[in-house]
C-alpha cells in the first residue's frame, strides 16, 4: 500500500485527467446549440423548432435510458476501460456529426452521441468518489464539474466558428472528435481502478442482502435523491440548449453574440459556485451530515430570483444577471449530487445509482426540450414558462430537506 499522501496525490491526478474528457463530454453537446442558425440553414430538412427540440431530445432520451446500464456496467468491470471507451466512441461520433447531410442523419448522429456519452458520467464520479472520502469528496467533484463548465464556455463560442467563412460548424465538430480520440489512448494508459479500501464511517461495507437495482428503488432516501436530480435539471437543460435561441430572438442579437451571452456569464458562475459549494459542503460535513444537503438547498434557493429574471428580463443585462445568478445555484447542486448519494448507497451501487438519476433527470430533461419547443411554436410567454420554472426550483428545496443521509461525517 503507498504512503497516504501518494495515494491522495494520485487521487487528485485522477481529476486532473478526466477534467478534459468532462470538457469535451459537454464541449460536444454543447456547441450543437450555439451553431443551430448555421445547422439548420445547411440541413434544409430541419422544418421547425419542434424538429430541433426532437434534435436536442432524442440524445437526451437515449443518454437517460442507457446511463444505469453504463453505471453498471462501471461497477461491475472497473471504471477505467468505461470511461476511456465511452471517450473513444463518442468523439468518433462527433466526427462524423461534422459530416451529415440531412435531419435524420443528425438524428441518428445525436443518439449516437447519447449512448455513447451516457457510460461516462456515472463511471467518472463514481471512481473520483472512490479516490476521495469525507474530506475532499465535494471538492474533487466540483473541479471535475468544472471541466464541464469550460466545456459549456467554449461551445458558446462556437457560433463565431460557425458563422467564420474559413472554418463553420463542420469543421467544429471535425475538429473536436479528432481531439476526443487522439486523447483516449494515453488516458487509458494512466487511470487505474482503486482497490476499494474500507469505507469510512457509517458507510457499511457488509454484503448488501438484496440486489442493486430492488436495493435503490426500495430505498427511500435514494427515490427522494432522483426525483431532487430531476426536478432542477429540466430548466438547467432548457436553460443550456435554448437560450442562445432565446436571446438573439429576443434581443436581435448575431448567433456569435447570442451564444457566447448566454453561455460564458452561466458557465462562469456555475464554476465558481462548484469551487465554492465544494468547499462549504467539506467544511460543513465536520459538523453535521447533512452538511452537503444544506449546501445544495441554497443552492436551489438562488434558482428562485434567478429564474424569474430570465423569464422577465427587459434588457440583455438584466437577462444575464439572472443567468449568473442560476449559474451560482447550479454549481452548489451540482458539486453535491454524487457526494450525497454516497452517503446513502454502497460503494458498489453508486455508479448504478447515478446512472438511475441520470435516465429520470435526463429523459424529463429531453421532454422539457421537446415541450419548450412546441411552447414557443404557439408563443406561450416566456415569463409564464420560466416562471413555472422557479415553482419546481421551490419543490426541490422541500425535497432535498427529506433525504436522511446513513454514514458519518468524512
Same mark, same amino acid.
Given at each position: 500500500?503507498?504512503?497516504?499522501?501518494?495515494?491522495?496525490?494520485?487521487?487528485?491526478?485522477?481529476?486532473?485527467?478526466?477534467?478534459?474528457?468532462?470538457?469535451?463530454?459537454?464541449?460536444?453537446?454543447?456547441?450543437?446549440?450555439?451553431?443551430?442558425?448555421?445547422?439548420?440553414?445547411?440541413?434544409?430538412?430541419?422544418?421547425?423548432?419542434?424538429?430541433?427540440?426532437?434534435?436536442?431530445?432524442?440524445?437526451?432520451?437515449?443518454?437517460?435510458?442507457?446511463?444505469?446500464?453504463?453505471?453498471?456496467?462501471?461497477?461491475?468491470?472497473?471504471?477505467?476501460?468505461?470511461?476511456?471507451?465511452?471517450?473513444?466512441?463518442?468523439?468518433?461520433?462527433?466526427?462524423?456529426?461534422?459530416?451529415?447531410?440531412?435531419?435524420?442523419?443528425?438524428?441518428?448522429?445525436?443518439?449516437?452521441?447519447?449512448?455513447?456519452?451516457?457510460?461516462?458520467?456515472?463511471?467518472?464520479?463514481?471512481?473520483?468518489?472512490?479516490?476521495?472520502?469525507?474530506?475532499?469528496?465535494? #471538492?474533487?467533484?466540483?473541479?471535475?464539474?468544472?471541466?464541464?463548465?469550460?466545456?459549456?464556455?467554449?461551445?458558446?463560442?462556437?457560433?463565431?466558428?460557425?458563422?467564420?467563412?474559413?472554418?463553420? @460548424?463542420?469543421?467544429?465538430?471535425?475538429?473536436?472528435?479528432?481531439?476526443?480520440?487522439?486523447?483516449?489512448?494515453?488516458?487509458?494508459?494512466?487511470?487505474?481502478?482503486?482497490?476499494?479500501?474500507?469505507?469510512?464511517?457509517?458507510?457499511?461495507?457488509?454484503?448488501?442482502?438484496?440486489?442493486?437495482?430492488?436495493?435503490?428503488?426500495?430505498?427511500?432516501?435514494?427515490?427522494?435523491?432522483?426525483?431532487?436530480?430531476?426536478?432542477?435539471?429540466?430548466?438547467?437543460?432548457?436553460?443550456?440548449?435554448?437560450?442562445?435561441?432565446?436571446? #438573439?430572438?429576443?434581443?436581435?442579437?448575431?448567433?456569435?453574440?447570442?451564444?457566447?451571452?448566454?453561455?460564458?456569464?452561466?458557465?462562469?458562475?456555475?464554476?465558481?459556485?462548484?469551487?465554492?459549494?465544494?468547499?462549504?459542503?467539506?467544511?460543513?460535513?465536520?459538523?453535521?451530515? #447533512?452538511?452537503?444537503?444544506?449546501?445544495?438547498?441554497?443552492?436551489?434557493?438562488?434558482?428562485?430570483?434567478?429564474?424569474?429574471?430570465?423569464?422577465?428580463?427587459?434588457?440583455?443585462?438584466?437577462?444575464?444577471?439572472?443567468?449568473?445568478?442560476?449559474?451560482?445555484? @447550479?454549481?452548489?447542486?451540482?458539486?453535491?449530487?454524487?457526494?450525497?448519494?454516497?452517503?446513502?448507497? #454502497?460503494?458498489?451501487?453508486?455508479?448504478?445509482?447515478?446512472?438511475?438519476?441520470?435516465?429520470?433527470?435526463?429523459?424529463?430533461?429531453?421532454?422539457?426540450?421537446?415541450?419548450?419547443?412546441?411552447?414557443?411554436?404557439?408563443?406561450?410567454?416566456?415569463?409564464?414558462?420560466?416562471?413555472?420554472?422557479?415553482?419546481?426550483?421551490?419543490?426541490?428545496?422541500?425535497?432535498?430537506?427529506?433525504?436522511?443521509?446513513?454514514?458519518?461525517?468524512?
Amino acid at each position: 500500500m503507498p504512503p497516504a499522501q501518494n495515494v491522495l496525490r494520485y487521487a487528485w491526478l485522477v481529476v486532473a485527467l478526466l477534467f478534459p474528457v468532462a470538457l469535451l463530454n459537454y464541449l460536444d453537446r454543447q456547441m450543437l446549440a450555439t451553431m443551430k442558425a448555421s445547422m439548420v440553414a445547411d440541413i434544409p430538412s430541419i422544418a421547425n423548432k419542434a424538429d430541433w427540440g426532437l434534435i436536442l431530445g432524442c440524445f437526451k432520451w437515449t443518454y437517460a435510458v442507457l446511463s444505469p446500464f453504463g453505471g453498471y456496467v462501471a461497477d461491475r468491470l472497473g471504471k477505467r476501460w468505461v470511461i476511456g471507451g465511452s471517450l473513444f466512441v463518442w468523439s468518433a461520433v462527433t466526427w462524423w456529426t461534422g459530416h451529415v447531410s440531412t435531419f435524420n442523419e443528425l438524428l441518428a448522429a445525436r443518439a449516437l452521441m447519447g449512448i455513447s456519452e451516457a457510460f461516462y458520467i456515472p463511471a467518472a464520479l463514481a471512481l473520483i468518489s472512490e479516490y476521495h472520502f469525507g474530506d475532499t469528496r465535494s #471538492r474533487a467533484v466540483g473541479v471535475h464539474q468544472t471541466g464541464i463548465y469550460v466545456g459549456q464556455i467554449l461551445g458558446g463560442f462556437a457560433g463565431y466558428v460557425a458563422d467564420a467563412p474559413d472554418y463553420g @460548424w463542420r469543421w467544429m465538430f471535425t475538429t473536436c472528435g479528432m481531439i476526443g480520440v487522439v486523447y483516449a489512448l494515453p488516458l487509458l494508459a494512466a487511470l487505474r481502478d482503486p482497490v476499494r479500501p474500507a469505507a469510512p464511517a457509517g458507510e457499511t461495507d457488509n454484503k448488501p442482502a438484496t440486489g442493486v437495482v430492488r436495493g435503490l428503488l426500495g430505498d427511500r432516501n435514494f427515490l427522494l435523491l432522483v426525483a431532487y436530480f430531476t426536478l432542477p435539471a429540466i430548466a438547467g437543460w432548457v436553460v443550456r440548449d435554448w437560450m442562445p435561441e432565446i436571446l #438573439r430572438e429576443k434581443f436581435s442579437l448575431g448567433q456569435g453574440k447570442a451564444g457566447m451571452s448566454a453561455i460564458l456569464y452561466v458557465q462562469l458562475a456555475s464554476l465558481v459556485g462548484a469551487l465554492l459549494g465544494g468547499t462549504l459542503a467539506d467544511r460543513w460535513m465536520k459538523t453535521t451530515n #447533512r452538511g452537503r444537503i444544506y449546501t445544495s438547498a441554497i443552492g436551489m434557493a438562488l434558482f428562485l430570483p434567478a429564474l424569474f429574471g430570465v423569464g422577465n428580463a427587459p434588457t440583455l443585462a438584466f437577462a444575464i444577471a439572472g443567468l449568473v445568478i442560476f449559474g451560482l445555484g @447550479w454549481g452548489f447542486f451540482d458539486c453535491n449530487n454524487m457526494p450525497i448519494l454516497c452517503q446513502i448507497a #454502497r460503494p458498489e451501487w453508486r455508479a448504478t445509482g447515478y446512472g438511475i438519476m441520470n435516465l429520470v433527470s435526463i429523459t424529463c430533461g429531453g421532454l422539457g426540450d421537446y415541450f419548450f419547443g412546441v411552447l414557443r411554436d404557439r408563443h406561450v410567454p416566456l415569463n409564464l414558462i420560466f416562471g413555472s420554472f422557479a415553482g419546481v426550483a421551490l419543490l426541490s428545496i422541500g425535497i432535498v430537506l427529506l433525504i436522511r443521509p446513513r454514514s458519518q461525517p468524512g
